[in-house]
């Protein structure tokens, strides 16, 4: 299994830009696709983006739709999830995921769906 790390959260302003980063080992990155996912206290872990093996299927959920952009360079091991536009409701713990077996073909995902998980940053937008 794919040893996950995020990083690149913060406390950011309305408006306001950041970039996550999940550095992976342990396993061939290549082969995994790969998703983001961010949890509220109290709240279920829910679907923000996920990326195919090539990096040439994207999917994201609908509110972060024009303000998000996943990426990955599989020369470094490394997924990104560029957000603009940051919105209060954006506060969360960011999670990234891996998974060998998934097909990124749908545009919502659960989970379930991934075998691996980093420990996750915190993003926090005032407003």
């Known amino acids: 299994q794919e040893q996950l790390v995020e990083s690149g959260g913060g406390l950011v302003q309305a408006g306001d830009s950041l970039r996550l980063s999940c550095a992976a080992s342990?396993?061939?990155?290549?082969?995994?696709?790969m998703g983001w996912f961010r949890q509220t206290p109290g709240k279920e872990r829910k679907f923000v983006a996920a990326?195919?093996?090539?990096?040439?299927?994207?999917r994201y959920t609908d509110s972060v739709k024009g303000r998000f952009t996943m990426s990955r360079d599989n020369s470094k091991n490394t997924v990104y999830l560029q957000m603009n536009s940051l919105k209060p409701e954006d506060t969360a713990v960011y999670y990234c995921a891996a998974d060998s077996r998934l097909v990124i073909v749908g545009s919502d995902y659960g989970p379930q769906d991934f075998a691996s998980w980093g420990r996750g940053t915190q993003v926090t937008v005032s407003s």
């Open positions: 990326i195919s093996r090539s990096g040439r299927t994207i």
């Open positions: 342990g396993g061939t990155f290549s082969s995994h696709a």
